[in-house]
Structure formats: C-alpha cells, structure tokens
C-alpha cells in the first residue's frame, strides 16, 4: 500500500491518499509507504525540478524545465527485502521516470543512488528533437544517515550529469522506519548545518545611526518560465529588487537572474513561481484567478539567509497586484512596488507575467499598468467637463437676469 500527501499550492489545504497506485498532480510529494503489515517502512516528503538540455533538428539547443509532476504513479516503490533494500518509484508526464534506492549498513542508512529518464519522443515537450528515444541519468549520491534519524535538507540541492540538471529542496526522508514510527530526530544536510550553525557578526566599530541603505542600481531583468506535460505554461519577465528591514537595519538586495534558480507549477486556478539561490531558500510568486475571467498576484512568500547567518522569512497571501483579463499578459516597464509586509517589498523593473493560458511559449496581448493612470484621469476629466458646464450654465443665467432688469428699467 503507498500513501502520499499532497499540497498543489501554499495554502489551499492538503490531501491525503492511500492506495496501491495513485495518480496525482502537484510539485509537491509526500509519500508513507507500508509494509504487509500495515506499518510505515518508509517515509519522504520533498520537492524536485529538472532542467533538460537538447539538441534540435536544426544543430541548436534548447533547454526545458520539467516542474509539474502531475498526474504521478508510484509503481515499483518497495520496502525492500532481504536481497534489495528499499525504493521509492515516480512516474509522470510523457516517459518521465524518477527512481531513488537505498542501503542499510549497521547503524547507517544510505541514500544511495538516484536515477532519472525522459523520452525526447515526446514531442511537446522536446519539439525539434535531434535524438529521440529514452534517456537515463544516474547519480551515486551516498548521504549517509543513522538508522533511527530522519534525514532533512530545506536548502536547494543540486545533481548535474550529461545535459540533466535535478533541483531537490525541503527534503525530508526516512528509510528503514523502525516499529512504523517515523522519528523526530532529525539528521541535517550540510549546506542545512553551515547555514544554521553560522555566527552572527559583530562590529567592531560604532555602527551608523541611521539605516537608510546606500541606492541600489537597477536590477538587471530575468526571464523565467515554468513547463509542466502541456509545455510552457508561466512567463515572467522582471528585474527584482528586494527591501528588507531586519533588527531596525534596511538593506536592498538586487536579485541576479544568472545566479538564480526558477521552478513553479500551473493549475486551472493558481500557478507558483519559485526563484531560488544560494542565498535565497526560496521567493514564491503565487497567482490566482478571481472571477473567471481575471488574473492577480495573489500571494508572496520568502525565505532567504542575510549575511549574519540568521533567516528572514516572510508570508503574505492576501496580496491584489498585477491584476489583467486571462489570456493576456500584465506589463509594466515603470518601477512598481509589491508590499508583501511592513519589512519587506519588492520593487519591480521591466515587468511582464503571464501565468495562465501561454499559447506556444509567447506573450499574449499586454495590458499596460499605464492604463491604471488612464483610469485616474477619467473621472477626474468628466468632473472638469462637468464643473465647466456649470460654470458656463451659471454665467449664462446671470446674464440673463442682468439683461432682464435693464429692460424693466427702460419704462
């Protein structure tokens, strides 16, 4: 029997299945796998991305990002046995596999090898495809975890082999679950230890009284998008620049899109987009639909290291920017601010986003956020109109009247 939990976007609730297969979509995965005996074997929560470098009929290449790994099947994943140790098994999309096996030593457990395949026949997903057939990567990775520990890793891992990069973040996984209990002890990844164990710096001079942080540079603009089996399905184009004040010390942090990481996922009424870094753990963009007819900017979340080692974490989902027609695109080349809390907005530069309805990886018509502007300046136009008519119907009468006397004063 498999088990797995599931939240398709921050916030909207979670589900809970047990079944001998399952079929699921979300970026998300959560699986308590069971023995004959109904007791937990093994037990895994985490994230995971690919990107998947190709070459084209044409000598060039191309790059998709595999986010959305919905509807799944676990088919294959085991507790293991005398002869073979434990495995979990995903399958999802067009021929994409995902297979992580483990070993048990005397008082370790090792995550010991992580494999992953793709099929370039399919041909949305991989259009153009130089080389078609099925494809694996493998990767001795051998963490080495005590038997009684829960292995947990928040910050962003990395795998790259033959034109395959593999993203896993906010892992959380034991094999060899003793009496069916899943164990509070957790062992940390080491990029998780440096980041938790890092001390605080401390001046060794007065510091400045004020804590205006020095202007910043325009950010430099990124393009990001996210792919799931239907091919692109979020644009977002953007330069970023984050505000954070922190123990009463403002700072301003210009996000570099060549050091930076991008996943997400779409759904018929959200999509996510995640950046992420060595610094920044994760900056979710969530959009949702509102009225059927109209998209927005619905929620912020973030998650990232400042530089005297402590985490600064922020949550707002009940966010309304960016708001246009689904089908279209939202553009706004002006700075714009996003104000997700008290202690922290995003400023914006050479905005574009399109998160719903993407028609073969292009824009959709943009609405302008200078059409905003225009909307002030209608009401405040027909006013003018209107007060001017007033003034002229006004005048008009008191000549009218004078005009009036100066005839009575004639007899």
């Known amino acids: 029997m498999v088990c797995f939990r599931l939240a398709p976007v921050p916030g909207s609730g979670l589900l809970l299945l047990c ?3 399952g079929a699921v979509s979300s ?53 293991g046995d005398d002869q073979n140790g434990p495995k979990i098994a995903v399958q999802f999309g067009s021929g994409f596999s995902w297979i992580v096996n483990f070993t048990e030593e005397t008082s370790f457990y090792s ?9 370039t026949n399919d041909n949305t997903t991989f259009p153009d495809a130089k080389e078609k057939g099925v494809f694996t990567v493998s990767d001795h990775v051998a963490f080495r975890v005590p038997l009684n520990d829960i292995f947990r890793c928040s910050s962003l891992l990395t795998l790259g082999k033959n034109d395959v990069v593999q993203h896993y973040w906010d892992v959380h996984v034991q094999a060899f679950v003793q009496n069916g209990t899943v164990s509070t002890k957790e062992f940390l990844c080491d990029k998780d230890k440096t980041l938790t164990t890092v001390l605080p710096i401390v001046p060794t ?16 603009v990124g393009s990001y998008s996210v792919v799931n089996s239907n091919g692109t399905c979020l644009l977002a184009t953007m330069g970023l620049q984050l505000n954070i004040t922190h123990d009463k010390v403002a700072s301003v942090i210009n996000i570099n899109p060549n050091t930076t990481n991008f996943t997400g996922s779409c759904h ?8 992420s870094s060595s610094s920044i753990k994760y900056l979710d963009f969530v959009f ?48 714009q601010t996003v104000s997700v809390s008290g ?10 986003v399109q998160p719903f309805n993407v028609m073969e990886g292009k824009y959709s ?12 300046l209608v009401p405040i136009a027909v006013g003018a109109a209107l007060a001017g008519v007033l003034i002229l119907v006004l005048l008009a009468y008191f000549i009218g009247l004078k005009r009036h006397h100066a005839g009575y004063e004639q007899f």
């Not at 990002?65 to 799944?72: C, N, W």
């Not at 400045?208 to 202007?215: A, G, L």
């Not at 007819?293 to 707002?316: D, H, P, Q, T």
């Open 268 to 275: 018929p009424q959200t999509a996510l987009l995640r950046l």
């Open 111 to 119: 995550i010991d090898n992580i494999s992953f395949s793709y099929n």
């Open 288 to 335: 949702a639909v509102k009225n059927e007819n109209r998209f927005y900017l619905k929620e912020v979340n973030v998650s990232m290291y400042l530089v005297n080692g402590s985490v600064f974490s922020i949550a707002n989902n009940n966010l309304s920017y960016w708001d246009a027609p689904l089908g279209s695109s939202y553009m706004c080349n002006k700075e």
């Open 365 to 376: 018509t943009a609405q302008d956020c200078s059409a905003d502007d225009d909307n002030f």
């Open 19 to 21: 079944l001998v297969l």
């Open 343 to 352: 202690a922290f907005q995003i400023n914006t530069f050479d905005l574009r």
């Open 27 to 79: 970026y998300a995965l959560e699986l308590n796998l069971r023995d004959s005996e109904n007791a937990t074997c093994l037990y895994a929560k985490w994230q995971m991305n690919f990107t998947i470098r190709y070459e084209t009929t044409d000598k060039h290449n191309k790059t998709v990002t595999i986010s959305d790994l919905g509807p799944a099947t676990y088919s294959g994943s085991s507790c």
């Open 205 to 220: 001079t007065v510091p400045s009284p004020t804590t205006t942080p020095s202007p910043k540079e325009k950010p430099e």
